[in-house]
């Protein structure tokens, strides 16, 4: 996420798209999150479906600095957010701590994995 494209993040918000990363040297397993691959139970994380607004999230609409976003569901929205660095650190921000809260997900799917 922290190097995902603008258009990637729109995504990601939209439509989901996460999966888990797993590699296996003898008894050690690294597992982290990444944009792509098959669709799995991480592949929802961080999507909104436009009912939430990712970028008032964090400020709220009432103390957003970049003014009042386009409705959702519109070509309009997603050309704003593309256009917006602030919006988009903001989209970063909400997907990290959604992953955050996520780990035990991501654990279970490891130890499933690790069982097959």
Same mark, same amino acid.
């Given at each position: 996420?922290?190097?995902?494209?603008?258009?990637?993040?729109?995504?990601? @918000?939209?439509?989901?798209?996460?999966?888990?990363?797993? @590699?296996?040297?003898?008894?050690?397993?690294?597992?982290?999150?990444?944009?792509?691959?098959?669709?799995?139970?991480?592949?929802?994380?961080?999507?909104?479906?436009?009912?939430?607004?990712?970028?008032?999230?964090?400020?709220?609409?009432?103390?957003?600095?970049?003014?009042?976003?386009?409705?959702?569901?519109?070509?309009?929205?997603?050309?704003?957010?593309?256009?917006?660095?602030?919006?988009?650190? @903001?989209?970063?921000?909400?997907?990290?701590?959604?992953?955050?809260?996520?780990?035990?997900?991501?654990?279970?799917?490891?130890?499933?994995?690790?069982?097959?």
């Amino acid at each position: 996420m922290r190097n995902a494209s603008a258009a990637q993040l729109w995504l990601v @918000h939209q439509a989901g798209g996460l999966g888990a990363a797993i @590699h296996a040297e003898g008894d050690i397993v690294q597992a982290r999150i990444t944009l792509g691959g098959p669709r799995n139970t991480l592949s929802d994380i961080g999507k909104t479906d436009g009912r939430l607004p990712v970028t008032e999230a964090f400020l709220g609409g009432s103390v957003a600095a970049w003014g009042t976003p386009p409705q959702q569901g519109g070509p309009a929205r997603e050309q704003w957010f593309l256009s917006n660095e602030l919006a988009q650190e @903001h989209a970063r921000q909400y997907l990290m701590a959604e992953i955050g809260e996520k780990r035990d997900l991501l654990a279970s799917f490891v130890d499933e994995w690790m069982t097959r």
